[in-house]
């Protein structure tokens, strides 16, 4: 199986998070990354109600809080769920698409081209070029009063792809997604 520096990759028998996986992320991931303080907006699962768990594996020099988002709320005022998350499935969307459409020799449904496809985003994603997209995600969500202008990712990786169509009287190019000579992404995926 891929592994890369920027996935934490685990799974559970149901494909759901559980009450371990959840303490294991917090312990491996989480706590790892943070320094000084951390403020750690969840949902209303349940799994996130045994704070106790938690706080016994954070660093003792680290502050840190849990907040709850409310049941049926969290695309409302979770940042990653108002905007960033939409807008990292439309790449991965915008790419499946281009290997699909281009015949291309890649199987986009096997675990390991998933895995390098998400690490490779996530990577994309963290690029400075973005950060105001991250910001402006906290703004729509009503934690902040200053808007920002920020960067589409799928417009800014994607609209230089430009060319003819490939296939005569194309239906993917009357709605929108068009078939053109474009990069080869073999090397990122294989």
Same mark, same amino acid.
């Given at each position: 199986?891929?592994?890369?520096?920027?996935?934490?990759?685990?799974?559970?028998?149901?494909?759901?998070?559980?009450?371990?996986?959840?303490?294991?992320?917090?312990?491996?991931?989480?706590?790892?990354?943070?320094?000084?303080?951390?403020?750690?907006?969840?949902?209303?699962?349940?799994?996130?109600?045994?704070?106790?768990?938690?706080?016994?594996?954070?660093?003792?020099?680290?502050?840190?809080?849990?907040?709850?988002?409310?049941?049926?709320?969290?695309?409302?005022?979770?940042?990653?769920?108002?905007?960033?998350?939409?807008?990292?499935?439309?790449?991965?969307?915008?790419?499946?698409?281009?290997?699909?459409? /281009?015949?291309?020799?890649?199987?986009? /449904?096997?675990?390991?081209?998933?895995?390098?496809?998400?690490?490779?985003?996530?990577?994309?994603?963290?690029?400075?070029?973005?950060?105001?997209?991250?910001?402006?995600?906290? /703004?729509?969500?009503?934690?902040?009063?200053?808007?920002?202008?920020?960067?589409?990712?799928?417009?800014?990786?994607?609209?230089?792809?430009?060319?003819?169509?490939? /296939?005569?009287?194309?239906?993917?190019?009357?709605?929108?997604?068009?078939?053109?000579?474009?990069?080869?992404?073999?090397?990122?995926?294989?």
């Amino acid at each position: 199986m891929f592994k890369a520096d920027n996935l934490y990759v685990t799974a559970s028998p149901s494909g759901k998070m559980t009450k371990k996986l959840y303490l294991e992320w917090s312990e491996k991931v989480l706590f790892s990354h943070m320094e000084e303080r951390c403020s750690f907006l969840a949902g209303s699962w349940k799994i996130f109600t045994d704070q106790d768990s938690v706080i016994e594996l954070k660093p003792e020099e680290l502050e840190y809080e849990m907040l709850t988002i409310p049941p049926k709320v969290t695309g409302q005022i979770q940042p990653l769920h108002v905007l960033c998350i939409r807008m990292y499935k439309g790449c991965f969307k915008k790419i499946s698409d281009f290997v699909f459409l /281009h015949d291309l020799p890649v199987q986009v /449904h096997r675990l390991d081209v998933i895995l390098r496809l998400r690490s490779l985003l996530y990577q994309q994603f963290q690029s400075p070029r973005f950060e105001n997209l991250i910001a402006e995600a906290w /703004h729509k969500s009503g934690y902040t009063d200053e808007r920002f202008m920020y960067v589409n990712p799928a417009k800014f990786m994607f609209d230089k792809l430009k060319g003819s169509c490939l /296939h005569e009287n194309c239906r993917h190019c009357s709605s929108g997604l068009r078939v053109v000579q474009g990069p080869s992404l073999l090397p990122s995926l294989l």
